[in-house]
């Protein structure tokens, strides 16, 4: 059944931008660094040393702020396709639990940052060969830099899609997502503790697998509060 769910939520996202906001957020993140580099390569080369790994932070540096924002609208949008036609009754009316549904918008949602992630892979290894930043390349970099990130947002991803799908009007997740942005900007700033710095990968420790352990560990608690707050609830 939550197979049927899943694919019935994929054919909902048809035509509704949804596929576009996933390409358009890990595009965009590369693009500022065609431009950056485009502009002023030689100075940025001279920078550092290690050409792919000062071309990985610049890149990084963007990624949260993608993240976070495009977790708030995918979401939000989610929600909303249900929000507009009134179909949340006529939904649970058929024989599919909320658990399941909840489940199904979870991992709609996911599997959309999935790929956005996996083409941010792609992006980013296809420009820094195109810059001819030297040998070696750093596969396993990149695939951290471009994965990482997103099983560290767990948390926020479960947080804005609970508040998206009990909310009766959307422009409370999408002011909680872009307070959650501007969080991200500053994440240098925040305690390690906050989710919204998770995604950039930073702690005192210095390592980033600490930030994808708690945003994994801390993704499936919200996830499941989440969703028990969600089955509990009457049906908008």
């Not at 949260?64 to 939904?91: C, F, H, R, Y």
């Not at 099983?151 to 959307?170: D, E, G, K």
Request: proline share 4%.
């Amino acid at each position: 059944m939550i197979r049927n769910l899943i694919v019935t939520d994929f054919l909902k996202i048809k035509r509704k931008g949804f596929w576009f906001l996933t390409f358009l957020g890990s595009f965009g993140v590369v693009a500022m660094q065609m431009v950056n580099y485009g502009v002023r390569k030689d100075y940025l080369l001279q920078q550092s040393d290690d050409d792919w790994g000062y071309y990985l932070d610049n890149v990084s540096s963007f990624t949260p702020l993608a993240i976070v924002l495009g977790i708030a609208i995918l979401t939000s949008l989610m929600a909303s396709l249900e929000d507009e036609t009134n179909a949340w009754k006529q939904l649970i009316a058929l024989p599919v639990t909320k658990i399941n549904v909840y489940l199904s918008k979870f991992t709609v949602v996911f599997c959309l940052l999935f790929l956005s992630s996996f083409l941010l892979m792609i992006f980013t290894l296809g420009f820094g060969v195109f810059l001819d930043l030297g040998d070696p390349i750093p596969y396993i970099n990149i695939l951290k830099y471009s994965f990482y990130p997103i099983l560290a947002a767990l948390p926020v991803l479960a947080l804005q899609l609970w508040i998206a799908v009990v909310s009766q009007n959307q422009a409370i997740p999408i002011t909680t997502g872009i307070i959650g942005t501007i969080l991200a900007f500053a994440g240098s700033a925040l305690p390690d503790w906050m989710i919204w710095k998770w995604p950039s990968l930073m702690n005192e420790w210095e390592k980033p697998i600490i930030n994808v352990v708690l945003g994994i560990s801390v993704g499936i608690v919200l996830y499941i509060v989440g969703m028990v707050d969600f089955n509990r609830r009457d049906v908008k």
